[in-house]
């Protein structure tokens, strides 16, 4: 038996937690979000930010309010329509959403489009596809950020329960935008994670052996040559191997660590939101993935307390708050977070009734 949460939840109440845990974590970061100094984001938020809030003048999204949610979130709200509408993950659907519901709305330029900033990986599509004409298929940029990762988290969310389909749909709507094989291992990686929370699972120090049962499995597309518990091969061995497999299955075995440390009494960052000092403040999916196992780890219970810790550890802190928000959500479902923080939510009830709907009976 794996060990579970203490709670007894349904499927749907957790995956209701996911959905809107990322969306609560997204727009708490939409006012302070990507404060490289410290001092600066507290002379313009105070010592602890505990709610939404405004953007200031002249900084990231200036001009949306407080509880509006990010280009991230609205492209969140994009994959989760699609999925719904087509009844499961429909590619050809998802693209033409974005060629005619949010590419018209960009000009190629960061400070523009819903939201009031577009990422990297989504300019330089832009870019290809609508300056430059290129097919779909042909427009995937090097970014190393996390923006794909957080628009699949409803395909996470829909095929919690079956694996292989998941990481297919997550691998080939990842490489729309990132062609960076990394990029893509971790995405998978973080939504295999998450597939286990909503099952129940607790993110401990064992998670990562029961992903590398699903890559022996043939269910997670990663290499590997060791055997269970990382022992050694032995001579006769056969690599687990798969046609379209990444190249190492580091990407799952760093949760197991990143929860180690967080329940660790030996080891301590406190307060918690120093987590991004440690972990690195900037975009890139490998500093933001370690800080959101180890919040999600250290306050699997807790959901307020750990999407605040997020937020207060400035940077990138709306993917870190988004990510740590998913998996805590997943792991106390819905109920359990703050009414304030939905209530909140300036696009609440459509995303309530997504919600619901999400899970599709997985």
Known sequence: MHPTSPTDLSFEQRAAGAFVGALVGDALGLGPHWYYNLEEQVRDYGEWIDDYTDPQPERYHAGSKAGDSSQQGILMLLMARSLIDCDGYDEADFCRRLDEELFPNLDGTPVSGPGGYTSQSIRDVWNARVRDGRSWGDVAGRADNTEALERVLPL????????RRMAKAVVSNTALTQSDDIVQSMTVAFCAVLAQLLQGRRLDADISGTLMQQVKAGDLPFHTIVRDHLQPPQPGDIEASLDGVFASPDALLSPGYMACAAHD?????EPASKVSI???MPCAIYHQLPAAYYLAARFEQDFESAVLHAINGGGQNMTRAMLTGALVGASVGIDKIPERFINGLNRRDEILELAQRISGGG
Do not use: D, F, L, M
């Open 265 to 269: 009494p030996g080891v301590t960052i």
């Open 156 to 163: 996470a969310i829909r095929y919690a329960r079956q694996p």
């Open 278 to 280: 440690v972990y690195g």
